[in-house]
C-alpha cells in the first residue's frame, strides 16, 4: 500500500470510542512497565527455587532488559509493515503468554529464554500506545492525552518493587508473572474490538543497519549490566563489550549518514525539538531509574524499613507525579511547554539537593517531602517535553519517534544506574578512608573518655563494631554524594531548553485511519 502523504488526515475518535481505546493502550503500557522493576524483589525467591547463584540469577533481569533495547527501535517499520493494531495485538498476546511460560519455568536456562522473549514482545507496546494516543486524539488533547500516558510510564517502576514484594511476601514469585493473565486477555479483547486500524507503508528494511544497532545495545547493556559484577575494566569481557559496543555505534551513525535507505529517517534527527528531545528524555531516564535504584536500599540499609515500607516510602513521588502529569496536561498548549519543561527540571533540582541534606538518623518526613517535590518535577519535565519533542514531526513518524524516545529513556537509565552504583561503591571506599584515619587511640577518648575501657576488654570484637559502624557511616556519605552528582546532572541540562522552540504544527495532520 502506497505511503499516506503527511498533509491528509482525518477527524480523531468520537469520545466514547477515545476513551475505551485509551484504556485499553493504558492497561498495555501498564503490563509492560510494571514488568521492568516487578521481578527484581523476587529474584532472592527465584534464585533459591531454580538453584541458581547470586552472579547467574541477575540474568533473569539482563535478558529481559537486552532483548528489548534490541527489539525498540524496529517497532516504527514493524507497525509500518503489519499495521499498528495487528502488532500491539501480537506484542500483548505475546507479552502475556511468555509470562505464563516465565511463571511455569523450572530451570534458568528457561526462566531466561522465556523472559528474553517477554523482553522482545514487551518493546514494541510502550511506543505503538504512545503513537495510538497521540493519532486518536485532537491536537488540543495531546497534553492531556501525553499526561495519561506518562502516569503509566512514572508510575509503573515505582509500584513495581511495591507490588512485586506484596506478591511474593503473600504467594510467591511465580505470581508475579501469573499477575499479568487477566491484564492481557481483558486489554487484548478490548483493542481488538476497539482499536481502530492505519494504514500499512511499503519500505525497506535496512538490515545491516539494524545488525550494527543491535550490535551495539545489546554489547552496551551487557556492559552496563554486568561491568560491577566484574569489577568494569579489569576483566576482558567488559573491555570487548565496551569495544564492540563504540565500534557497532560510530558504525551506525556513519550509516544512518550515508544510506539510500536507513532504518530511521534522517529528516527525524534534522528537527531540533525532536534530537534536543531525545537528550532530555535520556537525563529524565537517569532521574528517574537512577533515584529508584538508590532509594529504596538507602531506606533498607540505612534505616531499616522492609521492602514494603520502603516502597510506600517512595510512592509519595508517584503521588507527585500524578498530580503535575494532569497539571501539565492541561496547561501544554496554552502555557510555553519550554517553561513547564524548565520549571519541572528546577523542581527535580530542588528535590535532589533536598536529598543531599539526609541525616543518618531521620524520620521519614524529609524522604516523603524530597519525592513529592521529585514527582512534581518529573511530571512537568515528562508531559510538556513528549509534546515538544512530537509538535514538529509528521504523523507518519511517530511510531518511530516514540520508539526512539522510549530507547532514549532506557538507554540513560541504564547508564545512570551503572554511573551511580559505580560511583557509591567507589566513594564508600574514599569516605572509610577518610573516617578511619580519624579514629586513633587518641581520638576515640576524646569523643567520649569510657569508649576506649569499654573497648580494650573486647579486643578484636570492639573494633570490629567500629569498623562495620565506619562503614555504615561511608556508605550514607556516598549515598549523598551520588544525590549531589544526579543535582549537578538536574541543572547541566537547563540550557538544552535554548535549543527548542515553538512547533510550527506540521505534524498536526491524523493519519489515515482505516475501520476495516
Known amino acids: 500500500m502506497a505511503e499516506t502523504p503527511a498533509h491528509i488526515a482525518t477527524h480523531p475518535l468520537p469520545a466514547g470510542e477515545r476513551i475505551i481505546v485509551t484504556i485499553g493502550v493504558m492497561m498495555a503500557v501498564l503490563l509492560q512497565v510494571l514488568d521492568t522493576t516487578i521481578a527484581n524483589v523476587a529474584l532472592p525467591h527465584m534464585q533459591a527455587s531454580l538453584s541458581a547463584t547470586q552472579e547467574s540469577i541477575n540474568w533473569v533481569l539482563t535478558s529481559y532488559i537486552v532483548a528489548s533495547a534490541i527489539a525498540l527501535p524496529i517497532s516504527g517499520w514493524l507497525a509500518d509493515r503489519v499495521g499498528r493494531k495487528r502488532l500491539l495485538l501480537i506484542s500483548v498476546v505475546g507479552f502475556t503468554i511468555a509470562s505464563m511460560l516465565c511463571a511455569m519455568a523450572t530451570s534458568l536456562t528457561e526462566m531466561v529464554f522465556f523472559r528474553g522473549l517477554q523482553g522482545i514482545s514487551g518493546a514494541f507496546i510502550v511506543p505503538l500506545a504512545q503513537a495510538t ?66 494504514e500499512k507503508h511499503r519500505r525497506p528494511f535496512d538490515l545491516f543497519g539494524f545488525a550494527l544497532l543491535a550490535l551495539a545495545l545489546g554489547a552496551l547493556q551487557m556492559f552496563l549490566d554486568r561491568g560491577e559484577q566484574k569489577d568494569w575494566f579489569e576483566s576482558w569481557e567488559i573491555i570487548v563489550e565496551a569495544g564492540l559496543a563504540i565500534a557497532a555505534a560510530w558504525m551506525f551513525v556513519v550509516h544512518i549518514a550515508t544510506a539510500k535507505h536507513p532504518l530511521f529517517e534522517r529528516s527525524m534527527f534534522a528537527d531540533r525539538n525532536f534530537a534536543t ?206 544525590f549531589k552528582l544526579m543535582m549537578i546532572i538536574t541543572f547541566a541540562v537547563l540550557p538544552l531548553l535554548l535549543l527548542m522552540r515553538r512547533g510550527k504544527q506540521v505534524g498536526t495532520g491524523q493519519p489515515h485511519v482505516a475501520m476495516d
Not at 514484594?165 to 474490538?193: A, E, H, K, Q
Not at 538507554?411 to 569516605?431: D, E, H, K, N, P
Request: with cysteine; charged share 10%.
Open 133 to 198: 494516543l497521540f493519532d486518536i486524539n485532537p491536537r488540543e488533547k495531546h497534553g492531556q492525552a501525553m499526561a495519561l500516558f506518562g502516569g503509566g510510564v512514572m508510575i509503573g517502576p515505582i509500584l513495581g518493587p511495591v507490588l512485586g514484594g506484596w506478591l511474593t511476601d503473600n504467594y510467591n514469585w511465580r505470581w508475579v508473572f501469573l499477575v499479568n493473565l487477566p491484564v492481557g486477555v481483558l486489554c487484548t479483547l478490548v483493542m481488538l474490538r476497539f482499536m481502530p486500524k492505519t
Open 277 to 482: 528531545g531525545l537528550a532530555f528524555m535520556a537525563v529524565t531516564g537517569v532521574l528517574l531509574l537512577a533515584g529508584l535504584a538508590l532509594l529504596p536500599p538507602l531506606l533498607q540499609n540505612m534505616y531499616g524499613y522492609s521492602v514494603l515500607q520502603s516502597g510506600f516510602l517512595t510512592a509519595p513521588r508517584g503521588v507527585g507525579t500524578l498530580i503535575s502529569m494532569l497539571l501539565a496536561g492541561r496547561l501544554t498548549g496554552k502555557v510555553d511547554s519550554r517553561l513547564l519543561v524548565g520549571l519541572g527540571v528546577v523542581l527535580m533540582g530542588a528535590s535532589l539537593w533536598m536529598m543531599t541534606g539526609f541525616a543518618i538518623d531521620q524520620p521519614s518526613r524529609p524522604v516523603i517531602m524530597s519525592g513529592v517535590v521529585q514527582g512534581l518535577g518529573l511530571g512537568l519535565i515528562f508531559v510538556p517535553l513528549q509534546s515538544l519533542a512530537f509538535e514538529t514531526l509528521v504523523p507518519r513518524l511517530r511510531t518511530t519517534a516514540a520508539a526512539l524516545l522510549n530507547l532514549s529513556r532506557n538507554i540513560g537509565g541504564s547508564v545512570g544506574i551503572s554511573i551511580v552504583s559505580a560511583q557509591l561503591v567507589r566513594m564508600t571506599q574514599v569516605a572509610h578512608a577518610d573516617l578511619a584515619q580519624h579514629i586513633t587511640d587518641q581520638s576515640i577518648p576524646s569523643a567520649d573518655p569510657t569508649l576506649l575501657q569499654t573497648i580494650a576488654p573486647q579486643g578484636a570484637v570492639a573494633l570490629a563494631a567500629i569498623n562495620a559502624e565506619v562503614t555504615r557511616q561511608a556508605l550514607f556519605i556516598a549515598y549523598l554524594d551520588d
